[in-house]
């Protein structure tokens, strides 16, 4: 006996957006070392009321998706266009700077990064600035990495005496401004003799002791969603608790690490007030302090040079951000959702 289906004259034609319905077709089953049965296909044509809600509903979401993306593209170039106008304005000279909101110059200048390899400030310049810069940026970075890792660990797996009044205490760090904090570490500080170390102890020796609260919180929702069971299969195997979390831990949660690592990177790189409380000495001023020195106050600002000194500072966290930007944005999006 034949197999019966009905289909529509059009279901070729709009299959991607109406599946078949298989409760159109009857199966009859068939015996033993019988034939296979000869499918019967009755073609339907398509009534006009149909035809035209489907597209309808085609064109309403051509309609969406163009607007989805038009939305995107003009946000998209007007979160971006302060950064293509400052390299524009690194080839003008001043008077053109203020004249145009037109990023392309009409008459290119070197001036602005001769002017800014210069010496600044001593026997500084942008060179050396951003190596002082970064050697005190990753060390703060690694230290900020270890020491929140282990804590956030120490918060998610284990329960101790004071657990919940430790966590509800380091909860509260996050709404305590870092001004408030500014004072009582400069006298700390400076009474065990590191205001002024060549070192930067002020800077880097607080973040190997989990001080970013955020970053704890953030590692602790992604610990959470860590299934259990493979902690304990690692403990059968006989790994303790270091070698779990590193063999374990670490690696699923890499990408929360990474936007850790990231964000503690842009926030140091850019970090002004630190390096003027703690920093006296010129030769050892970071890339934020030496943009400050460029800017000449009595004889004016020679904004080319003032543009092109920062545009040289925040090309590493440039590079730095796109070379994570993947696993950056699956562990602030994945970051949001787990626990």
């Given at each position: 006996m034949p197999i019966v289906s009905i289909d529509n004259e059009n279901d070729e034609q709009n299959s991607a957006e109406k599946p078949y319905n298989t409760?159109?077709?009857?199966?009859?089953p068939v015996a033993a070392g019988a034939a296979a049965p000869e499918k019967v296909v009755?073609?339907?044509?398509?009534?006009?009321?149909?035809?035209a809600s489907y597209k309808r509903m085609a064109r309403k979401r051509r309609?969406?998706?163009t607007i989805r993306y038009i939305v995107?593209?003009?946000?998209?170039?007007?979160?971006?266009?302060?950064?293509?106008?400052?390299?524009?304005a690194t080839f003008k000279d001043n008077s053109e700077i203020f004249k145009t909101m037109n990023p392309i110059p009409i008459k290119t200048t070197l001036n602005g990064y001769k002017n800014a390899v210069k010496s600044y400030g001593g026997s500084i310049n942008i060179w050396k600035a951003m190596l002082n810069t970064y050697s005190y940026v990753i060390p703060e970075v690694i230290l900020t990495v270890i020491s929140s890792v282990l804590t956030a660990y120490g918060f998610a797996r284990f329960k101790f005496v004071g657990h919940k009044v430790l966590f509800a205490?380091?909860?509260?760090?996050?709404?305590?401004?870092?001004?408030?904090?500014?004072?009582?570490?400069?006298?700390?500080?400076?009474?065990?003799?590191?205001?002024?170390?060549?070192?930067?102890?002020?800077?880097i020796v607080p973040t190997a002791f989990a001080t970013e609260t955020y970053f704890i919180f953030m590692l602790i929702q992604f610990l959470r969603g860590v299934p259990k069971e493979m902690e304990e299969a690692a403990k059968i195997d006989g790994c303790n608790s270091v070698k779990t979390l590193v063999k374990?831990?670490?690696?699923?949660?890499?990408?929360a690490i990474v936007s850790c690592a990231l964000f503690k990177f842009m926030w140091s790189s850019n970090d002004f007030l630190g390096p003027l409380l703690y920093v006296n000495n010129p030769a050892k001023y970071p890339a934020t302090i030496f943009v400050k020195l460029s800017m000449d106050s009595d004889a004016g600002f020679d904004w080319n040079r003032v543009l092109a000194t920062?545009?040289?500072?925040?090309?590493?966290?440039?590079?730095?951000f796109f070379a994570a930007q993947?696993?950056?944005v699956e562990g602030v999006s994945a970051g949001g959702v787990k626990g």
């Open positions: 409760s159109d077709m009857r199966r009859v009755i073609k339907r044509p398509m009534s006009a009321q149909v035809r309609i969406s998706t995107l593209i003009v946000v998209g170039l007007i979160m971006i266009y302060p950064l293509i106008w400052m390299v524009g205490l380091m909860m509260a760090m996050l709404f305590l401004p870092q001004v408030v904090l500014n004072i009582p570490q400069y006298l700390l500080f400076n009474k065990f003799g590191w205001v002024g170390s060549n070192l930067y102890l002020p800077l374990i831990i670490i690696p699923m949660i890499l990408p920062s545009l040289i500072s925040i090309i590493p966290n440039i590079i730095v993947n696993q950056f």
